[in-house]
């Protein structure tokens, strides 16, 4: 069965540092995505990517954030000052449809990322 | 009130027990729900959609209540390993899932 895949799985970065998450969804999906977990804490989103732009965005996702899909395989999440609390879990996603309905979510194992 | 809200448990049941837990959530709107499974410090993974006519799968069973705005899901002959959160999906009209804080389930021995 077709996997979301990330890298690294663990990331551990110092306070103010530049980090680049990166995942590989599913081929022939078309909608992409990033979700955090802080620790104990729910799942949040975080931003949705189709057509090559962002379709959505939540409040966590400020300017210190930002997504590409550099070519036709990989999708990344930077974060370009980290700060401690972003450390969290971070998971990637893809869907085939747009997540309302016609096909859920298929998730990556996640990147654990540590600021210290 | 908010957007999707679940009983954060722990539910302890003994294996082999039937467990049930609702998921309401807040948008009339909303067109899609899912139950997803999360172990601990692993990504979510789907359980299942859940569809207006209600759907069974094996020994997990959801379903969706219009009128009153929650899902269910129900779980027979649990195992040891249903031992899991369980996170109820809706989508909030748009391409954003709205996610709840999920359910503690331990089945014990």
């Known amino acids: 069965e077709p996997e979301v895949t990330q890298t690294p799985s663990h990331q551990v970065t110092q306070m103010g540092q530049e980090v680049i998450l990166r995942c590989v969804p599913i081929s022939n999906h078309l909608y992409f995505y990033w979700y955090r977990q802080i620790l104990g804490q729910k799942v949040e989103f975080l931003v949705s990517f189709y057509n090559n732009e962002i379709s959505e965005k939540s409040e966590i996702f400020d300017d210190q954030f930002s997504v590409e899909r550099p070519d036709g395989s990989n999708f990344t999440l930077k974060i370009r000052s980290t700060k401690l609390e972003d450390s969290a879990m971070y998971f990637c996603?893809?869907?085939?449809?747009?997540?309302?309905?016609?096909?859920?979510?298929?998730f990556g194992n996640g990147t654990r990322l540590t600021v210290t | 009130r908010k957007e999707v809200e679940q009983d954060p448990g722990p539910f302890n049941v003994p294996e082999g027990a039937t467990v049930a837990f609702n998921c309401t959530y807040s948008n009339s709107a909303s067109q899609s729900f899912f139950w997803y499974r999360q172990d601990c410090r692993k990504e979510p993974k789907l359980l299942m959609s859940?569809?207006?006519?209600?759907n069974e799968d094996g020994r997990f069973t959801a379903q969706l209540n219009r009128a009153s705005q929650y899902i269910s899901l129900l779980i027979r002959d649990s195992k040891l390993s249903d031992s899991a959160t369980y996170l109820c999906?809706?989508?909030?009209?748009?391409?954003?899932?709205?996610w709840g804080a999920g359910t503690k389930l331990i089945i014990k021995p």
């Open positions: 859940v569809y207006s006519s209600g």
């Open positions: 999906v809706v989508n909030g009209g748009n391409y954003q899932l709205i």
């Open positions: 996603a893809s869907s085939d449809a747009g997540g309302t309905g016609v096909s859920p979510l298929h």
